[in-house]
T-cell receptor
Framework: KAGVTQTPRYLIKTRGQQVTLSCSPI?????VSWYQQTPGQGLQFLFE???????NKGNFPGRFSGRQFSNSRSEMNVSTLELGDSALYLC????????????FGSGTRLTVV | DAKTTQPTSMDCAEGRAANLPCNHS???????VYWYRQIHSQGPQYIIH???NNETNEMASLIITEDRKSSTLILPHATLRDTAVYYC???????????????FGTGTRLTIIP
């Protein structure tokens, strides 16, 4: 079956712009989580959605937001981009109840110039 | 979630068993030990998880000490494709509403030497 699909794979934006990243989870997975990965901070949890509701949020400013649609697809948005937002953004999906952890996509590499 | 401690890096010869240790001395009774790995420029990949019994799957074995304060991931016959960063994570298994996240540490960078 298809894995977690993230689009686009690469993105270059200018400071002050905003960006929207997309994630399509594995079919049947209803939970979608987002992570940011940078060389300095490693992998950090952004937020998690289930049935279109945000259930958990990491310690990121309000410029980072997300949403989930009725088909479980999710988007995350970053407004007023800063140079420090340059990172690999990873999406992970999981079943509602699963002991087998999360399946990650390959990520979107965002570069802010 | 309990904190984990792993060595920063390790080398292993191709074809040998790679043993990756992890300390989780503050683990609580309902927390599982999960292992993920991340190959360069890809998303993390689930490997294995366990509570207190040793576990084995097609990828690896997980040995958890009796006091559960440490564990070892074993890749029985390492190949060059096993070169990656390996993360040991402890968390409650399944759904724990309000805690659906993975807390990644810095992991162990495993390099398989030809």
């Amino acid at each position: 079956k298809a894995g977690v699909t993230q689009t686009p794979r690469y993105l270059i934006k200018t400071r002050g712009q905003q960006v929207t990243l997309s994630c399509s989870p594995i079919s049947g997975h209803r939970s979608v989580s987002w992570y940011q990965q940078t060389p300095g901070q490693g992998l950090q949890f952004l937020f998690e959605y289930f049935s279109e509701t945000q259930r958990n949020k990491g310690n990121f400013p309000g410029r980072f937001s997300g949403r989930q649609f009725s088909n479980s697809r999710s988007e995350m948005n970053v407004s007023t981009l800063e140079l420090g937002d340059s990172a690999l953004y990873l999406c992970a999906s999981s079943l509602e109840v699963s002991n087998y952890g999360y399946t990650f996509g390959s990520g979107t590499r965002l570069t802010v110039v | 979630d309990a904190k984990t401690t792993q060595p920063t890096s390790m080398d292993c010869a191709e074809g040998r068993a790679a043993n990756l240790p992890c300390n989780h001395s503050t683990i609580s009774g309902n927390e599982y030990v999960y292992w993920y790995r991340q190959i360069h420029s890809q998303g993390p990949q689930y490997i294995i998880h366990g509570l207190k019994n040793n576990e084995t799957n097609e990828m690896a074995s997980l040995i958890i000490t009796e006091d559960r304060k440490s564990s070892t991931l074993i890749l029985p016959h390492a190949t060059l494709r096993d070169t990656a960063v390996y993360y040991c994570i402890v968390r409650v298994a399944g759904v724990d509403f309000g805690n659906e996240k993975l807390t990644f540490g810095t992991g162990t960078r495993l390099t398989i030497i030809p």
